[in-house]
């Protein structure tokens, strides 16, 4: 019984993660219609960026900002340089121009820091809370994941509904042309919208890397469980991702403690599968039909 | 005879099958034993990106799990031939079929998935599967994988004829039989079918096509190239280990089907090229610029993900997109002179 509350608390928390890197998915598909497989390199880079200054400077918090800012300049960037090319494309030419990038992000980090995996510092202590005279396995820090995640989802949430910046957003991804005769720069927003993903990404980068290690290959199962818990949530829902990166990390974790880690990636094809044989829209499917 | 090769597709491919078979012997004859071990390795190669490109760029799905059915493949060889002494051909048939039953299953999900799921779920696959390894280490002997005895040259050949040119032979029995089938499949009404269905999917099920069932039949025959591929990848390097199945691999492959030409099987025999002298160039490359060995060891990589973005954003057709160009400007002047 206390391995099934452990593993739901630690579940919980890893969840969390799961949920920022399918937000990160998420904002980019309802921008630009696009799923970018290039998320688990950027969040990889803006990783070891954190790696490198927490290293020279000694301080977290210096690390941790150099990652969110380096995220924001990276995903404006792929924005600017790649993206925007292959926007009118069939959808076939993005996915593949993002794979390239996933190639050549960790062809580049493998060239400057090498391809051994290097430990990363969590926030806070990693000794679980005692309660009642047992550890369990939930720590300080695993608060303080699910609170930076909770506050990320809450500031997106406030963004794209209290504001008028969201509002041209949301303008600009739902229908370009119109947005664009009522004077909103759908370029800029699009570039934006990149952006902030990147900044999520690499926030979710940065909480898992204590577990995962730094290494050039060391977040590809993220991104996949990113994707599996964003294609949960229906693709198109940022709620929908936070709720279908939860589930997941739930199911991860009970599959990764009574069936062993190295089944954790195909229980999460097998869910991937499950739901989009079932339902194939996601638990919050969109209202708009898919286009033809 | 030259028109009745022009009209009929089977004659044609047979023509191409025979002449692909007798420059293979030539080249396997003229090589050393190492560039008969590359022979070997680019036929194995062509079977898998052939596999691949029809799924790609004739029928528009993509994949990204195909380093996983490559796994499934070189595993069925090994535990066919290793633990139950089969013999090589029904091996590697049963490598195809293993990998076409995974690849019913992946193409039934797969034929209800658009692009970007599609990708997703095999990318999940192509991750996930080498944890099978681990999990079983009984069955698939964990990180070490498992090792087969090589194949022995016929006696009729001579007692010092070379093992790597035994393997290339192998091997690239398997390419011309994979070409002569999928160069009749796409030269078909199926074939024809594949396109329809890649091109407008509601207009293809206007005409009575069945959607799913072509873009299923279409991922069964491509996941039964890449686990012939895988098996005689076994064959060769007489090796099947979770190591050499890792992501990069898959997406080593979609470089090589994007940068020969999506949709050709002449553009996968460029890509098969690449593939197999890639690691050669890049090694030579790191020796005259004495690269760190950081950097050296990730140059290959490298140049994938800038073949991937730039193909896509400077020249989408490939090598055998940009030969067609150059044939279709010099065709019409030959026409003339006759």
Request: glycine share 12%; hydrophobic share 55%.
């Amino acid at each position: 019984m206390t391995k099934f509350i452990d593993l739901t608390l630690n579940g919980i928390s890893t969840g969390a993660i799961y949920a920022a890197v399918a937000l990160a998915l998420v904002l980019i598909w309802r921008a630009t219609r696009i799923v970018n497989f290039a998320q688990g390199g950027m969040l990889m880079l803006t990783t070891f960026i954190a790696s490198a200054v927490i290293n020279s400077t000694g301080s977290y918090v210096a690390g941790f900002l150099v990652a969110l800012a380096s995220g924001l300049l990276l995903g404006a960037l792929v924005e600017v340089i790649l993206i925007r090319r292959v926007e009118q494309a069939p959808p076939l030419n993005a996915v593949i121009v993002a794979l390239g990038l996933l190639v050549l992000l960790q062809a580049t980090a493998g060239m400057i820091w090498g391809n051994t995996p290097r430990s990363f510092p969590a926030a806070f202590s990693i000794r679980g809370y005692r309660v009642g005279g047992t550890r369990l396995l939930f720590a300080p820090n695993d608060t303080f994941i699910l609170l930076a995640v909770i506050a990320v989802a809450l500031s997106l949430a406030i963004l794209f509904r209290a504001t008028s910046l969201g509002l041209r957003m949301r303008a600009a991804a739902f229908q370009p042309e119109v947005a664009r005769l009522l004077g909103v720069r759908v370029g800029r927003m699009f570039t934006l919208g990149w952006a902030l993903a990147a900044v999520v990404g690499s926030l979710a980068g940065v909480l898992v890397a204590p577990s995962v290690f730094v290494g050039p290959n060391n977040f590809d199962p993220i991104l996949i469980f990113g994707f599996t818990a964003a294609v949960l949530g229906g693709l198109d829902s940022p709620l929908g991702a936070v709720v279908g990166g939860l589930a997941l990390g739930l199911v991860l974790s009970y599959v990764s403690g009574y069936e062993g880690s190295s089944m954790v990636t195909l229980a999460a094809l097998a869910v991937l599968i499950v739901v989009l044989m079932g339902r194939p829209t996601g638990l919050f499917p969109a209202a708009r039909e898919r286009r033809v | 005879m030259s028109a009745a090769v022009a009209r009929s597709t089977l004659l044609r491919s047979l023509l191409l099958t025979v002449l692909g078979g007798a420059g293979l012997w030539l080249l396997s004859v003229l090589f050393s034993s190492y560039n008969d071990l590359q022979l070997a390795s680019g036929a194995f190669f062509f079977i898998v990106l052939a596999g691949l490109t029809v799924l790609i760029g004739v029928n528009g799905q993509i994949s990204l799990g195909h380093g996983g059915l490559m796994a499934v493949g070189a595993y069925t060889v090994a535990l066919l031939i290793g633990r139950q002494n089969w013999a090589l051909v029904p091996a590697l048939l049963a490598a195809a079929a293993a990998a076409a039953v995974i690849g019913i299953a992946l193409g039934a999900a797969a034929s209800r998935l658009r692009g970007p799921y599609l990708a997703g779920a095999t990318l999940a696959f192509a991750v996930g599967l080498p944890g099978l390894a681990d999990k079983f280490p009984g069955t698939f002997g964990g990180e070490n994988g498992l090792t087969i005895n090589p194949p022995t040259p016929p006696s009729v050949l001579g007692s010092s004829f070379p093992l790597e040119r035994w393997e290339a032979w192998i091997a690239g029995a398997g390419a011309l039989v994979a070409f002569f089938v999928l160069y009749n499949l796409l030269h078909s009404g199926t074939g024809r079918k594949l396109r329809a269905v890649r091109d407008d999917e509601i207009a293809a099920s206007l005409c009575g096509m069945h959607v799913a069932r072509t873009q299923t039949l279409t991922f069964v025959i491509s996941a039964a190239c890449a686990g012939l591929g895988g098996g005689m990848l076994a064959v060769v390097l007489q090796l099947a280990q979770p190591g050499a199945f890792p992501l990069q691999l898959s997406l080593s492959l979609l470089t090589a089907v994007v940068l020969g030409g999506l949709g050709s099987l002449a553009g996968a025999v460029w890509g098969a090229a690449l593939l197999v002298l890639l690691p050669g160039w890049t090694n030579d490359a790191a020796h005259s610029f004495s690269l760190s060995q950081n950097v050296s060891a990730n140059l290959q990589l490298a140049v994938y993900g800038v073949v991937l973005i730039g193909a896509m954003l400077v020249w989408p057709s490939g090598v055998q997109g940009g030969i067609r160009a150059i044939r279709g400007r010099i065709k019409p002047i030959e026409r003339r002179a006759t």
